[in-house]
């Protein structure tokens, strides 16, 4: 893996949080307003390829963020 993968990455800022503020609206953000781990967990899983690659993104950024 390149040691800047991230700039390789084809990003559309703020979709998954636009996806997710759609689909569980209030209930998907903490009171911080980022999105619930549930929430990242659940669609890992999603049959929707879209949503499932952007939540495993935000599940990689979130873990190197916390480090």
């Known amino acids: 893996m390149p040691k800047k993968w ?3 990455i084809n990003l559309k800022k703020g979709s998954y949080r636009a996806s997710v503020k759609r689909r569980y609206g209030k209930k998907g953000f903490t009171s911080k307003g980022t999105i619930k781990q549930s ?8 049959r929707n390829p879209k ?8 599940d ?8």
Request: aromatic share 0%; net charge positive; proline share 0%.
């Open 6 to 8: 991230i700039q390789k």
């Open 51 to 58: 949503i499932r690659k952007r939540a495993v993104l935000a």
């Open 39 to 46: 929430v990242i967990n659940k669609d890992k899983h999603s």
């Open 60 to 67: 990689t950024l979130r873990k190197r963020r916390h480090r």
